[in-house]
């Protein structure tokens, strides 16, 4: 095919737009490590506004944004507890045992959507001298490896009474929290209401080249600067990226429902139903996975490979409803 390739393996494939380069070049900066850097620190002031939090910590990347939540809640040889495919625990490579001694027991779910019975009965809080006691529950909203699946407030608001009772911290993975605010119209700070800290992806379906942030507690954010910086995250002219997640936020969170209406577009044409299609992110189950993304790829469509039986499907900006029309012919026509 002489068109370029329709990328749907991840919506961190996108490029910066012409606009938001114009911001990064025009950015003011200063040096971040010394807290110096003006556009970073409007970034984090506007994401803590917007999520109803004191304070924001800018990270190079969601899984350290993750970590170092983790990190501030639970101390080594103590347990968190999150969904058995959280990205915490099945892509961020080990980060929490490696670097912070966490240990990890994981619920069963149905496309990740969490239910608060599970998690209960799951938890050992205080368990003694003998037993590895829960400190840490995380949450995934949206869940990548569930399908893109809005977390259902009802659940969320059940384990935040759960673990308040218990005094267990709670960490909300909210890297696309934008796609569940778009999706159900519910604002970004009762989604993001009830944890002790949040993280949220700017490198995702907002568009921007690289960043998350870390939400919290004027201390705890304090205290995540400082393992920020052990963690080799200290950066320092931070403005030409952050510049680009402020432009991402003031343009990029509306059109996320193009995003949803073309994944459900995909769904249809893999005979998966599109209302189980939440946001932007489709699985589709495959009888060989590698010879379907090899396939897709020959004739001009990027899909991954997510398991031994499926496929995913991840819509973004850089995908037009044009794209979404074309891959779906293609999709539809290979042998599944």
Same mark, same amino acid.
């Given at each position: 095919?002489?068109?370029?390739?329709?990328?749907?393996?991840? $919506?961190?494939?996108?490029?910066?737009?012409?606009?938001?380069?114009?911001?990064?070049?025009?950015?003011?900066?200063? $040096?971040?490590?010394?807290?110096? $850097?003006?556009?970073?620190?409007?970034?984090?002031?506007?994401?803590?506004?917007?999520?109803?939090?004191?304070?924001g910590l800018?990270?190079?990347t969601g899984s350290m944004a993750n970590q170092l939540g983790l990190r501030l809640h639970v101390a080594p040889g103590e347990e968190l507890l999150a969904d058995v495919r959280a990205h915490v625990v099945r892509a961020e490579l080990g980060a929490a045992a490696v670097f912070s001694g966490i240990t990890t027991r994981t619920w069963p779910s149905d496309r990740g959507r969490l239910v608060a019975e599970t998690v209960r009965e799951l938890a050992e809080p205080n368990a003694g001298a003998y037993s590895v006691s829960t400190t840490a529950i995380a949450v995934e909203n949206t869940h990548n490896f569930g399908g893109g699946t809005v977390q259902p407030q009802d659940e969320i608001r059940a384990v935040q009474a759960f673990a308040r009772e218990h005094g267990i911290a709670l960490h909300l993975d909210g890297a696309r929290l934008w796609n569940a605010h778009v999706a159900t119209g519910t604002p970004l700070h009762e989604l993001a209401?009830?944890?002790?800290?949040?993280?949220?992806?700017?490198?995702?379906?907002?568009?921007?080249?690289?960043?998350?942030?870390?939400?919290?507690?004027?201390?705890?954010?304090?205290?995540?600067?400082?393992?920020?910086?052990?963690?080799?995250?200290?950066?320092?002219?931070?403005?030409?990226?952050?510049?680009?997640?402020?432009?991402?936020?003031?343009?990029?969170? $509306?059109?996320?429902?193009?995003d949803h209406r073309n994944a459900r577009v995909l769904a249809a044409a893999l005979d998966v139903d599109p209302a189980t299609v939440d946001t932007n992110i489709v699985f589709a189950e495959v009888a060989d996975p590698a010879a379907f993304v090899t396939a897709a790829a020959e004739r001009g469509v990027r899909v991954m490979q997510l398991g031994p039986r499926s496929v995913r499907l991840v819509t973004h900006l850089d995908v037009s409803a044009d794209d979404v029309e074309r891959a779906a012919e293609v999709l539809a026509a290979l042998p599944r």
């Open positions: 095919m002489t068109d370029a390739p329709i990328d749907l393996r991840s $919506d961190t494939v996108t490029r910066p737009t012409p606009a938001m380069r114009r911001a990064m070049a025009e950015a003011e900066v200063g $040096d971040d490590v010394f807290g110096e $850097d003006p556009e970073t620190n409007a970034l984090e002031r506007e994401v803590a506004a917007l999520l109803g939090y004191e304070a800018f990270t190079p209401a009830g944890f002790d800290t949040v993280s949220v992806c700017l490198s995702k379906g907002l568009g921007a080249p690289v960043g998350s942030v870390l939400l919290g507690t004027r201390e705890h954010v304090a205290a995540a600067r400082t393992w920020r910086k052990r963690f080799g995250g200290g950066m320092r002219q931070t403005g030409f990226l952050t510049a680009a997640g402020r432009y991402a936020l003031g343009h990029h969170v $509306d059109r996320l429902a193009e």
